[in-house]
């Protein structure tokens, strides 16, 4: 799990990414990255009810993205905020593929060291 600090909670923060936050795309998932006054990366997921119905899916899928930004959260660049946004194929990703998928799509928007 990612720490308090690394992670995007307030919807003020989302709101700014949505509106003018740069895009990369991937299969799976959608990436929105934009700079933070902070000295550290703050990451946050993003999974609608139209994608996964039920709540159980929607935490158990976070909880799998969050873990794997975790693991590769040393290589990322300092002062960024991003926010994940995930499409329905995710589920039945190997948590591999997962991490693959998530690498370069990070790489896309020039984040990873």
Request: net charge positive.
């Amino acid at each position: 799990m990612l720490r308090a600090s690394q992670r995007l909670r307030k919807s003020q923060d989302f709101d700014r990414l949505y509106r003018r936050g740069q895009f990369n795309r991937s299969a799976n998932m959608v990436l929105r990255t934009g700079q933070n006054r902070f000295d550290h990366t703050r990451v946050g997921v993003v999974i609608s009810k139209k994608v996964l119905k039920r709540a159980v899916d929607r935490n158990r899928t976070k909880r799998r993205i969050a873990e794997q930004v975790r693991l590769f959260y040393p290589q990322l660049k300092p002062g960024y905020d991003c926010v994940v946004l995930v499409k329905q194929d995710i589920v039945k990703l190997s948590p591999t593929a997962l991490h693959d998928e998530l690498i370069t799509v990070f790489s896309k928007a020039g984040i990873v060291q």
